[in-house]
């Protein structure tokens, strides 16, 4: 069974710019989580999606923003990006059935 | 509201000495409890879970992981350190009913000499 995909591994943007991130869950799952990590704050919880619809959302501003399609693949989206948003966004996805999340290798977003 | 505590930022120990890596946690209900593991550059692995039953718990690369329910506490263990072991863990734990998200520790860098 592949693993989780994110794409793309390494983003460098620019102050004030968007960025869309795309996380493909493993076949099945159906719960797509996203973390943000930054040496200072850890990891975050950003949100989590399960058939479409967002189930859980984190403590973030609403410049952060998420989708999930129908075939469980997700994407968020980071709109008037802050140097403060540099970080590895990691997605993950879990099953019904398996308690445990499985990760991605992560996005590296640098914001310049 | 769910918490993990990783009261040490590093762990150095030497390779073939047994190694410890703290938890504790706290939630309102019955714990669901991970370990996972980050090498540089990389996503999380999954190294193994506390859902019910024996309180030692054994998971992948021969680490083990005890739970203790009067200490709400969930600690990482090894006999034999291996250099390779060098990385950063993080604790986790999750709230039985309903779907509640995974929340993490700091997490815990380990560092393993030669």
């Known amino acids: 069974k592949a693993g989780v995909t994110q794409t793309p591994r390494y983003l460098i943007k620019t102050r004030g710019q968007q960025v869309t991130l795309s996380c493909s869950p493993i076949?099945?799952?159906?719960?797509v989580s996203w973390y943000q990590q930054t040496p200072g704050q850890g990891l975050q919880f950003l949100f989590e999606?399960?058939?479409?619809?967002?189930?859980n959302k984190g403590n973030f501003p609403g410049r952060f923003s998420g989708r999930q399609f129908s075939n469980s693949r997700s994407e968020m989206n980071v709109s008037t990006l802050e140097l403060g948003d540099s970080a590895l966004y990691l997605c993950?996805?879990?099953?019904?059935?398996?308690?445990?999340?499985?990760f991605g290798q992560g996005t590296r977003l640098t914001v310049v | 509201a769910q918490s993990v505590a990783q009261p040490e930022d590093q762990v150095n120990v030497a390779e073939g000495n047994p190694l410890t890596v703290k938890c504790t946690y706290s939630v309102s209900g019955n714990p669901y409890l991970f370990w996972y593991v980050q090498y540089p550059n990389r996503g999380l692995q999954f190294l193994l879970k506390?859902?019910?039953?024996?309180?030692l718990v054994k998971g992948s690369y021969g680490f083990e992981a005890e739970f203790n329910k009067s200490q709400t506490s969930f600690h990482l263990k090894k006999p034999s350190a291996l250099v390779s072991d060098s990385a950063l863990y993080f604790c986790?734990?999750?709230?039985?009913?309903?779907?509640?998200?995974?929340?993490f520790g700091k997490g815990t860098m380990l560092l393993v000499s030669p």
């Open positions: 506390y859902i019910t039953g024996d309180n």
């Open positions: 986790a734990v999750r709230e039985w009913s309903g779907y509640s998200t995974l929340t």
């Open positions: 993950a996805s879990s099953s019904r059935e398996n308690t445990e999340a499985f």
């Open positions: 999606y399960f058939s479409e619809t967002q189930r």
């Open positions: 076949s099945g799952h159906r719960s």
